[in-house]
């Protein structure tokens, strides 16, 4: 069960991020999908004592790299972007609080 759920956590972080990196625009499908793995690790991981070192990996670089993607962009979209960055790094929050 836990290494489905980072694989999924990790697949949707690359869904969401490589496009964005590549410079092909910006999937609001693929950022609502990573926010609903995040939050299935958060409900997972809520009474655990530990979170898979993968997956902190994962959603220690998730914000950093949204941020550093939107420098590639200009005006609303690299707005839209920064936007995306804060409401991901909520959901981090909000899971692993």
Request: negative net charge; glycine residues 4%; charged residues 30%.
């Amino acid at each position: 069960m836990e290494k489905d759920l980072v694989r999924r956590l990790e697949e949707a972080a690359n869904r969401f991020v490589t496009p964005l990196r590549m410079n092909d625009g910006f999937d609001e499908q693929a950022l609502l999908h990573l926010q609903v793995e995040i939050d299935r690790c958060g409900s997972a991981w809520r009474k655990e004592t530990h979170v898979p070192k993968r997956a902190a990996l994962i959603l220690a670089e998730l914000s950093p790299a949204i941020e550093a993607c939107a420098w590639l962009y200009e005006g609303d979209m690299r707005q839209r972007i920064q936007e995306a960055g804060l409401a991901v790094s909520e959901a981090v929050i909000v899971a692993l609080d």
